[in-house]
């Protein structure tokens, strides 16, 4: 079984950062890639980043400039840097990843989430 789980989340006022955490672990053979994604109230959950296990990334168009997605390949973590927070950013963020865990079989998992609240 693989677990992700999120750290990082708060109460940040407009313009201010976070830092997101995101580590995998269990029996882990192989990672596809890892990203974010966020859901807010009364909204369905969309992407924010993703990277791939060769560093690619994708960027949703609300985060571009303002978020980067990076990785830590040796602690199968991924992070998300947070700028120039907006209060639309609110929302509980998950992380997500597809592994090759013991089995050899592909799956993807989701972290519990990480509430990020932003507001004056």
């Known amino acids: 079984q693989v677990q992700l789980v999120e750290s990082g989340g708060g109460f940040v006022q407009p313009g201010g950062s976070l830092r997101l955490s995101c580590a995998a672990s269990g029996s882990i053979i192989s990672i596809n890639y890892m990203g974010w994604y966020r859901q807010a109230p009364g909204k369905e959950r969309e992407l924010v980043a993703t990277i791939t296990s060769g560093g690619s990334t994708n960027y949703a168009d609300p985060v571009k400039g303002r978020f980067t997605i990076s990785k830590d390949n040796t602690k199968n973590t991924v992070y998300l840097q947070m700028n120039s927070l907006k209060p639309e950013d609110t929302a509980v963020y998950y992380c997500?990843?597809?592994?090759?865990?013991?089995?050899?079989?592909?799956?993807?998992?989701w972290g519990q989430g990480t509430l990020v609240t932003v507001s004056s």
């Open positions: 997500n990843a597809e592994v090759m865990s013991a089995g050899g079989y592909w799956n993807k998992y």
